[in-house]
């Protein structure tokens, strides 16, 4: 599906449009429709630097500088997504005025998407290999007296 289907069915907000395709015309990227949302990504990426909805946009950020920008006029919340990442909520009407600092942060989530799986090794594949069966010792038996011997290896009739 195209961008112009995607965007199309979204029916986002004119700076929500102007931000996905300002981002889409810098990078190479990838655009899906996800539910609500219109997610954008590196090629080959795990998870999406942007999820665009109608009136808003969420930026995938490291913790640290997510919490850096919290402040900005055009950022509305932020919101923790586990260790590694936090999402940065920036709504249309507030990127009329921090437009240029939003693409900004959009293209460093796009980018730092990109190292993450450039960066990554891939996981190697080991086979499980089952633990050896091993019979379990049969106590032995005093055959005198009948009494299990000890790990001593005495009974009851020495």
């Excluded at 929500?16 to 395709?21: A, D, G, I, Y």
């Excluded at 808003?56 to 260790?83: F, I, M, Q, T, W």
């Excluded at 959009?106 to 089952?130: G, I, N, W, Y």
């Excluded at 038996?141 to 020495?158: K, L, N, Y």
């Amino acid at each position: 599906m195209s961008l112009e289907e995607q965007l199309g069915m979204l029916r986002p907000a004119y700076e929500v449009e102007s931000l996905v395709r300002a981002v889409v015309g810098a990078r190479s990227v990838e655009t899906a429709r996800r539910g609500d949302c219109l997610s954008v990504s590196r090629p080959g990426a795990s998870a999406p630097a942007l999820q665009c909805y109608p009136a808003v946009v969420c930026v995938s950020l490291d913790p640290a500088r997510a919490r850096e920008v919290a402040s900005a006029s055009y950022v509305e919340r932020v919101e923790s997504k586990g260790v590694g990442t936090s999402y940065v909520w920036v709504p249309a009407a507030r990127l009329q005025a921090g437009f240029d600092e939003a693409l900004g942060l959009a293209l460093e989530a796009v980018d730092r998407k990109a190292r993450a799986t450039t960066t990554s090794t891939p996981r190697q594949r080991t086979a499980r290999v089952a633990a050896p069966v091993v019979p379990e010792k049969v106590p032995e038996v005093c055959p005198r007296c009948g009494v299990q011997i000890s790990a001593a290896g005495t009974c009851f009739c020495d």
